[in-house]
């Protein structure tokens, strides 16, 4: 079955950088996209940009553009996002999610998560 | 970027009832040349990621069970719970993905009356 297991919860200084990992399993990698979401604490869900994990043609949220940097390794199936120059409200759940396309080649959406990544940003 | 707004923010529903939860676009998210519109429904609870329920704005995930449904086109959808049950307590968001940035409504939390 499809599978997407993250790296465990870090916890950061303001400044500095995270690296997150999401490695997939029970699909073919390079097929599908990866796509990096974050919920702050009681918050609802924000897009932070995606993948294509064929190509690593990278397209990030404007609000992270700058300090995020999406890559891939197929080698292993897994995809990292790194986001750097941390701020207080960057503190958050982040999750990697697969975007499904069917076998037309069109978008399904998000069908698969990881269990989520906390990233707490404190001094 | 298309705003997505989610009614009612919360409801509370009794056990075997229908739940209708309303979203709306600030556009039109109906793909003209395949005719689908790009409105998916999640499903949240507490410590888990979110769940895909619905994609396509009414195609069922497989597993998911037949009682969640999903209806509407262009800017107007609704997700109907046709008889709640106890593991439906969560909180539900739409989102569209029909153009970047992809973009989510603020929330439904759904609880049991």
């Known amino acids: 079955q499809v599978q997407l297991v993250q790296s465990g919860a870090e916890v950061k200084k303001p400044g500095a950088s995270v690296k997150v990992s999401c490695k997939a399993s029970?699909?073919?990698?390079?097929?599908?996209?990866i796509t990096w979401v974050r919920q702050a604490p009681g918050q609802g869900l924000e897009w932070m940009g995606w993948i294509n994990t064929y190509n690593d043609d990278t397209n990030y949220a404007q609000k992270v553009q700058g300090r995020v940097t999406m890559t891939t390794d197929t080698s292993t199936s897994t995809a990292y996002m790194e986001l750097r120059s941390l701020k207080s409200d960057d503190s958050a759940v982040y999750y990697c999610?697969?975007?499904?396309?069917?076998?037309?080649?069109?978008?399904?959406?998000?069908?698969?998560w990881g269990q989520g990544t906390l990233v707490t940003v404190s001094s | 970027d298309i705003v997505m707004t989610q009614s009612p923010d919360s409801l509370a529903v009794s056990l075997g009832e229908r739940a209708t939860i309303d979203c709306k676009s600030s556009?039109?998210?109906?793909?003209?040349?395949?005719?689908?519109?790009?409105l998916a429904w999640f499903q949240q609870k507490p410590g888990q990621p979110p769940k895909l329920l619905i994609y396509?704005?009414?195609t069922r995930e497989s597993g998911v069970p037949d009682r969640f449904s999903g209806s509407g086109s262009e800017t107007d959808f609704t997700l109907t719970i046709s008889s709640l049950q106890a593991e439906d307590v969560a909180v539900y968001y739409c989102q569209q993905y029909y153009n970047t940035p992809p973009t989510f409504g603020q929330g439904t939390k759904l609880e049991i009356k």
């Open positions: 999610a697969r975007r499904h396309y069917d076998s037309s080649g069109l978008l399904r959406g998000y069908d698969s």
């Open positions: 396509w704005a009414s």
């Open positions: 556009r039109s998210i109906l793909y003209n040349s395949n005719n689908m519109n790009y």
């Open positions: 029970g699909y073919t990698f390079i097929d599908h996209g």
